[in-house]
């Protein structure tokens, strides 16, 4: 172990790295891997992608951590959007045109086309959406209005006449 004195020699996991210089003296790691950077060597890192090692102590380690400040062990995210309920300004309503407004007059209606191919168009869009026969249909539509989204433009279509360009 040069520049450190190691009087014993000692190397308690035997990987050719004296245990004053090994990031990890009690696992076996001869390269020495520390991929995040933060003195401990991968083989003993309970969060080897993660510097600060669960910064927020809740066992999950903050590289996938979707609260990594503050303690949410469970992962709670009841608007499943990938932010913490304890981190999340609005834990119920998913904020998705990020305003980090909280949208709560708008629901996500979700409905299963007709067991044929069908031609659909988006409230007041241009355009005119093929959707395969079963499929489902996530749109947004708010609470004053809750038809705004949606309209069945055809109820039959073979899409072998589809035809792009």
Do not use: M, R
């Not at 001869?30 to 927020?56: E, K, R, T, W």
């Not at 990938?82 to 300004?89: Q, R, W």
């Amino acid at each position: 172990c040069p520049g450190i004195s190691n009087v014993t020699q000692a190397d308690g996991d035997f990987d050719q790295v004296g245990n004053d210089c090994d990031n990890c003296p009690l696992a076996f790691n001869s390269g020495q891997g520390d991929v995040d950077g933060d003195g401990h060597g991968d083989a003993c890192d309970p969060c080897p992608n993660d510097a600060d090692d669960d910064l927020d102590g809740d066992a999950v380690c903050g590289d996938v951590d979707n609260c990594p400040l503050i303690t949410n062990a469970a992962q709670e995210d009841a608007d499943i959007d990938g932010i913490g309920d304890p981190c999340d300004l609005c834990p119920t309503d998913p904020d998705l045109d990020g305003d980090d407004v909280c949208n709560d007059d708008f629901v996500l209606v979700e409905l299963t086309t007709p067991s044929e191919n069908v031609l659909i168009e988006f409230g007041g869009a241009t355009e005119t959406v093929l959707v395969e026969q079963g499929s489902v249909i996530k749109y947004l539509a708010n609470n004053t209005d809750p038809g705004l989204g949606i309209t069945w433009k055809d109820e039959l279509f073979d899409d072998a006449t589809w035809s792009s360009g």
